[in-house]
T-cell receptor, first 112, second 114 residues
């Protein structure tokens, strides 16, 4: 089954404790992205990747890091999380030959 | 940078009534436009997309949207609402040739009254 898998689905952490949210896709897609969803703001892009070792900032990259060492994986790293990063995070992937993005189930992060 | 505006953060309709969710975009070039639906505790699912072919686009679950360049609009409609349509709906525009960079509207929560 074609899918984008994020882990964990839920995470509560404390300010300053480094964490990683994993994202993996099994569709051999070139493009992968991370978004955060906040009430009243819709989804905003954090980072995106056009291919392995190629990443670029989205609209709200501050406080986040990403890496794309393999085509299927695109982890999101919060080196020093803060309460304003409490949000619902989505990973997405798409093919350069198609305009449809496939989304993961989301990761609800709470930073206390 | 492109932007998307969805008019109405909450829309409530009766079961069987017309659903109309509004979306306006800003773009200087013909865009790719999308409507996504999000059910509770789930990811986003593509309802339909406009990619410069027919201006009236039909999607899943009986939804359709019409691209109107003169109004920079891409409103979503469904003739007869069903209880299962209750969800949050997002309009989005692509900033590139593909879906690697989507700009989303604020979202509209649709409630269906029995």
């Amino acid at each position: 089954e074609a899918q984008v898998t994020q882990n964990p689905r839920y995470l509560i952490t404390v300010t300053g404790k480094k964490l990683t949210v994993t994202c993996s896709q099994n569709m051999n897609h070139e493009y992968m992205s991370w978004y955060r969803q906040d009430p009243g703001l819709g989804l905003r892009q954090i980072y995106y990747s056009m291919n392995v070792e190629v990443t670029d900032k989205g609209d709200v990259p501050e406080g986040y890091k990403v890496s794309r060492k393999e085509k299927r994986n695109f982890p999101l790293i919060l080196e020093s999380p803060s309460p304003n990063q409490t949000s619902l995070y989505f990973c997405a992937s798409s093919s350069r030959m198609n305009t449809e993005a496939f989304f993961g189930q989301g990761t609800r992060l709470t930073v206390v | 940078a492109q932007s998307v505006t969805q008019l109405g953060s909450h829309v409530s309709v009766s079961e069987g009534a017309l659903v109309l969710l509004r979306c306006n975009y800003s773009s200087s070039v013909p865009p790719y436009l999308f409507w996504y639906v999000q059910y509770p505790n789930q990811g986003l699912q593509l309802l339909l997309k406009y990619t410069s072919a027919a201006t009236l686009v039909k999607g899943i679950n009986g939804f359709e949207a019409e691209f109107k360049k003169s109004e920079t609009s891409f409103h979503l409609t469904k003739p007869s609402a069903h209880m299962s349509d209750a969800a949050e709906y997002f309009c989005a525009v692509s900033e590139g040739q593909g879906a690697q960079k989507l700009v989303f509207g604020q979202g509209t929560r649709l409630t269906i009254n029995p």
